[in-house]
């Protein structure tokens, strides 16, 4: 059984949180808080899988077959109440990958795509990269929670001529679980003006109280025919470094594009151990995320009660999903870069500069909360230090 609370040792695996941090911190002796993986273990059912495989020593080429199309159609009705098909499914080492792929596939060079900003920092380059514009829906912001401003978002679409809107749901950074109304606001606007929808929902899984996740495309058959969407078990149940996620398409024509996009790059497989550990996780890691959820949402409290009772300066925007904090930091009265090197030089934790999402996470931090109590208690400790002594 995981026990949440171990510290575990990350340190000498080549691991991008932990072995990294002091190079791209540039300071010794700093708390990783940044990264989106998790500091533990996977359900032992997956670990058991990958050790089983590992010991029959043979590893050649892998292909999902029946029984995982069939595993992974389960688990997206379980627990999206979606219902697709197993050939509505390529497979792809990243979510990050497919954007990029169907960014492509989906799109015309030249073309104008949305975002909701701040957002996860690649759902700039994914666009860019390939010779097409972004367009922003800014997220409005009251202080205290992010919502949809949709008189902006058709108009945006429509000044400009989008073509795609990559959704992220839930939202990284800025924790929102959208709501049903929200996600069919978002889609009639879409399905008036003829644009597709690219929904990355890798933290689908990962949303805490009562909230609850809501594919897009499971609003209505029109918006599944607009809807391609990625989904990977990798972020839920701590697998990233193995590389296994898929994406689904449920318009006949949308698949042909992808097809050639995924197959004409040679994409169509996946690793062996990446898809051994999906299998197992989908299969047997039920029990084990309803304690992760349970673990996070103590996590927030205790960052939030703890941070809200020390200091004004820093204010947790409360998340609904994702185990990532979005910080609003502005009280500090720092310049952006002042406020990275405090965080670095001065409390001595690793956070995601909020900048990176875009110019509206200035003044905003990104804290990983999914670690023991022991490192979350540390890291918010020396954040308390710092800011008493600022
Ligand atoms: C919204 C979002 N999409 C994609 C990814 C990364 O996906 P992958 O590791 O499968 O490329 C992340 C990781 O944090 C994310 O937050």
Redesign the pocket.
């Known amino acids: 059984m995981t026990n949440f609370n171990e510290v575990i040792e990350r340190k000498g695996t080549r691991s991008v949180k932990w072995d990294f941090a002091d190079q791209l911190f540039k300071n010794d002796g700093i708390l990783p808080m940044w990264v989106?993986d998790m500091d533990f273990q996977v359900p032992d059912a997956v670990t058991n899988a990958l050790q089983d495989r590992v010991s029959h020593g043979v590893f050649g080429y892998t292909m999902p077959d029946e029984d995982v199309k069939q595993t992974i159609v389960e688990w997206v009705s379980r627990q999206y109440d979606y219902q697709i098909e197993k050939d509505w499914i390529f497979y792809s080492p990243?979510?990050?990958?497919s954007?990029h792929m169907l960014v492509q596939a989906l799109s015309e060079v030249g073309d104008h795509v949305l975002i909701q900003t701040p957002v996860?920092p690649?759902f700039y380059s994914v666009v860019k990269n390939h010779g097409r514009h972004i367009v922003k829906n800014q997220l409005d912001f009251d202080g205290e929670r992010y919502t949809i401003d949709f008189d902006d978002f058709e108009k945006q679409i429509k000044d400009n001529q989008v073509s795609l809107f990559i959704l992220?749901s839930p939202h990284?950074p800025v924790g929102r679980v959208w709501t049903k109304e929200e996600l069919q606001k978002m889609a009639d606007i879409c399905l008036k003006h003829d644009v597709t929808i690219l929904s990355?929902e890798?933290?689908a899984d990962l949303v805490l109280g009562d909230h609850k996740h809501t594919s897009i495309a499971s609003l209505s058959e029109e918006i599944d025919q607009a809807t391609v969407t990625c989904y990977?078990p990798?972020?839920t149940f701590n697998l990233?470094g193995l590389?296994a996620?898929y994406v689904t398409a449920k318009d006949k024509q949308k698949r042909k594009r992808l097809e050639r996009q995924f197959h004409g790059q040679g994409i169509n497989m996946l690793n062996t151990l990446g898809l051994t550990a999906l299998e197992a996780a989908y299969k047997d890691g039920e029990p084990w995320l309803v304690n992760l959820r349970h673990t996070l949402e103590e996590n927030v409290s205790y960052v939030r009660e703890r941070l809200h009772n020390e200091t004004d300066s820093i204010r947790v925007i409360e998340p609904e999903g994702t185990y990532l904090l979005w910080l609003d930091c502005r009280k500090l009265g720092l310049e952006h870069e002042d406020l990275k090197t405090f965080m670095q030089d001065q409390a001595k934790i690793g956070l995601n500069d909020g900048a990176s999402f875009g110019e509206e996470g200035k003044g905003f931090m990104r804290m990983n909360i999914a670690a023991p109590k022991e490192t979350i208690q540390e890291g918010v400790e020396r954040l308390i230090r710092a800011v008493q002594s600022a």
């Open positions: 989106a990243g979510v990050v990958p954007l996860y690649p992220c990284n990355d890798i933290h990977s990798t972020k990233a590389q996620s």
